[in-house]
């Protein structure tokens, strides 16, 4: 179990496969766990860096105050443990956010960036899933935060023929679960980003990809951060809520994998080179 430390933390990470880098950022939940569907394609083709945020899964349950440039400094210390210097940046919502501020704040670092249901500013519509979430996390404690979970991330239809896996989800993070205090720190973390100010910084070939049926950061979310971003373009697909990298792996492994191709580090040597 490699670490990566900080000044006050551990960080887990895993590396797998060869190739150019990647990492594939995990969202509110934390944990490199989430990417399992994806794993299989994307070894097959690059370097993959996962990483279990501070306050999950294996890396150090720190109580105290959150934040998303927080979580942004932990993954380039991750990055010099891990020996890479340079790579593709893959963030789903809050890891996105997380790809956000790297790009801005240490562009020599990311190679290119794919914002996956992600979002820049908070809008009334995620405000209020995330209080929801604060309010059952407050009331009724960690487990049932786990058990309402799938209802922000999946599609109706994809809850319906997928129970029993999603059962088994539930209670791996049950078991797993960090402290309620931690947990809402992590919320409270997100609620107060504001990542508008770094979007007109960043210049690395971007894109983001978004659902309709994404009740969390709606399409919308991933418009603006386009709008703003240079060069930057728009995927919108019809299906797959939240966490379309689980509910369609396969379509969201090509759609990637091709970005990442189009815009290898290796083509631009060679480009500047020639």
Known sequence: MPLARTSDADI???????????????????????????????????RVLLHDHRGTGGSSRC?????????AEDLLRTMDAAGIEKAHLVGHSTGGAIGLVLA????????????????????????????????????????????????????????????AALDMEIQGAINASPSRTIMDARVAGILAFDGTRYLD??????????????????????ELM???????????VPYGGHAYSRTKPAQFNEIVLNFLAEHAMSKRVAHEQA
């Open 12 to 46: 887990h990470y895993e590396l797998l496969g060869d190739g150019e880098p990647v990492m594939l950022v995990a969202g509110l939940g934390g944990t490199a766990s989430y990417w399992a569907p994806n794993l299989a394609g994307f070894s097959g083709r690059h």
């Open 201 to 222: 910084r960043i210049r690395c070939p971007a894109i983001a990809l978004v659902a309709d049926d994404d009740i969390l950061t709606p399409p919308y979310s991933s």
């Open 63 to 71: 109580e105290m105050t959150y934040s998303v440039e927080l979580m």
């Open 226 to 236: 386009v709008e703003r971003i240079a060069g930057a373009k728009l995927i919108k």
């Open 104 to 163: 801005a704040t240490a562009p020599e670092r990311i190679a290119s960036l794919v914002l996956y249901a992600s979002w820049a500013v908070l809008d009334p519509q995620m405000e209020q899933c995330l209080n929801l979430r604060r309010r059952i996390l407050s009331g009724l404690g960690e487990a049932d935060y786990h058990r309402a979970t799938p209802l922000f991330l999946y599609p109706p239809v994809y809850v319906r023929d997928n129970k």
